[in-house]
Each structure stands twice: as structure tokens, then as C-alpha cells.
């Protein structure tokens, strides 16, 4: 159960360095740090600047951040209505099980409908058992009737090569 001292609430430019840390352990986690990017600078501009790309959560407790939930907007599709995709959602090992997870969580799914969202979705990652029942705990199901596909950069390179297009980056 929720413990009193933990508080969701959107994230602040000042929660940049303790953000940082939990994206790289969840980064750490899934085993991409290597190719982790993200930095205070880029993530003051794509999360809080003029043309916001994504909006964050935090879970705090106690003054300090224990969790994140990262959502973006597919603005619509088939029924108009937008589609807000969870990112991320990481909670400090510490505090797993105390409820943390599904505040955020919970506060996602607030926000998607204010947004007038008609669905969330989002990824677990291959084999990770506890995000399942986690995500299954929360009412989620896993999506049958799709399957999640991916390029990388070279392939996009090598796709836009053959179709003749001449790509560069902030001109198309």
C-alpha cells in the first residue's frame, strides 16, 4: 500500500540531476547505457521548453525522488482520440512494492484521460516477469494483436538510401 510520505507530481526543471540518475539506472537496467544519451540540457528542452515532447512524473518521498513515469502523446489515430504512450516508469529497488509503481502509474492514466486519450500503451521488456504482474496488477494486458517492430539509425540510412531520398538532418 501507499505509504503517506510518497507524493506524485509533475516534474520540475530542478528535478534534472535526480531524473538523470534514475534514467540512467533504468538505462543500466535494460542494458543500453551504452548508448544513453540523454543529458541535463537536452532533457530542459525536449520536458520542459516551448514545444514540450513528453511529460514526467516523479515520485517523491521525503524531499527526494524515488520513481519517474515518462508519458508522450500520439496527438490521434483511427478514433480521434489521442493515444499516450508510457515511456518509462522506473521506481528506485528500495521502494518497490510500497506502492510507489502504481501511484505513478495511476496518475499516468489521470493524466491520459484529461488529455482525452482513449488508450495507454506501453513496452515490457522481454523476460521481465515482475513488470508482467506488475503491469497485469494495474488491470494492463499484454497486446496479442500486435507485434512491437524497430529500426535503427543505419537501417533508416540504408531505407532512405534506397528510396533516393537525400536526407538532412532538419531539412526534408
Not at 110 to 133: F, I, Y
Amino acid at each position: 500500500m501507499l505509504t503517506r510520505q510518497i507524493n506524485i507530481r509533475s516534474a520540475q526543471p530542478y528535478d534534472l540531476p535526480a531524473l538523470l540518475g534514475h534514467m540512467r539506472s533504468l538505462a543500466e537496467f535494460e542494458s543500453y547505457i551504452s548508448e544513453f544519451r540523454v543529458d541535463e540540457k537536452s532533457l530542459l528542452i525536449r520536458a520542459f521548453g516551448s514545444h514540450p515532447e513528453c511529460h514526467i512524473f516523479v515520485a517523491e518521498c521525503t524531499d527526494a525522488i524515488v520513481g519517474y513515469a515518462v508519458g508522450l502523446i500520439i496527438p490521434f489515430t483511427y478514433d480521434l482520440k489521442s493515444t499516450v504512450v508510457l515511456k518509462e516508469l522506473f521506481v528506485d529497488p528500495g521502494y518497490r512494492g510500497k506502492g510507489a509503481g502504481s501511484a505513478l502509474f495511476r496518475h499516468v492514466a489521470a493524466w491520459a484521460l484529461s488529455q482525452g486519450s482513449g488508450r495507454l500503451k506501453w513496452d515490457v521488456l522481454t523476460g521481465n516477469h515482475n513488470a508482467e504482474a506488475f503491469y497485469m496488477k494495474q488491470g494492463g494486458r499484454p497486446d496479442n494483436k500486435w507485434t512491437p517492430y524497430v529500426m535503427d539509425e543505419e537501417a533508416l540510412k540504408s531505407s532512405a538510401k534506397e528510396a533516393g531520398t537525400i536526407y538532412q538532418q532538419g531539412i526534408f
